[in-house]
């Protein structure tokens, strides 16, 4: 009976870290970027109390020093991958501090120049646009790709 009991416990302090790090991967990138840059934290960062933005400080006081891996995982939160905005950068680049429709029609007009991402992403909002009509939905559409009730 005690090693059911030794057996069952351990399982489930084996489980804890996994439903941990599922946990914070969910954060809009913020625990890939945790998991990546951990071994820099610790190395960098250790004496720096959480809170108040203050490690993440640390992380780009540091920022030439940076393992590859956490340097890759910031820069892909910084360009909305965890929020699936394939566009983001190339806006940015193209279009610059245009909004709203004048930022679509500035993205219509780079077509060519958009990353193969991007590009993926504005097609596909044209298939869900053409597949909305075909069922009688009315929309009508901004400049930027996107379908407005």
């Known amino acids: 009976m005690k090693g059911k009991i030794w057996l069952l416990f351990l399982a489930a302090a084996m489980t804890l870290p996994a439903a941990a790090g599922a946990r914070e991967g969910g954060k809009g990138g913020k625990g890939v970027v945790r998991a990546a840059c951990k071994a820099d934290m610790d190395r ?3 004496d720096i109390e959480p809170g108040g933005g203050r490690k993440k ?3 780009k006081a540091h920022e030439a020093e940076l393992s590859a891996g956490c340097k890759a995982a910031i820069a892909a939160k910084k360009n909305g991958a965890g929020k699936n ?3 983001r950068a190339d806006a940015e ?3 610059g501090g245009l909004t709203g429709a004048e930022r679509g029609a500035c993205m219509k007009g780079h077509e060519s120049e958009l ?4 590009k993926a992403k504005r ?3 044209r298939a869900e646009r053409r597949e909305r009509k075909k069922k009688g939905d009315k929309l009508s559409e901004d400049s930027g790709g996107r379908s407005v009730k």
Request: proline residues 5%.
């Open 123 to 125: 097609e596909e909002r």
């Open 93 to 95: 680049k193209l279009c």
């Open 85 to 87: 905005r394939p566009c």
């Open 115 to 118: 990353s193969a991402a991007c």
């Open 57 to 59: 400080e640390c992380l």
């Open 44 to 46: 960098f960062c250790k």
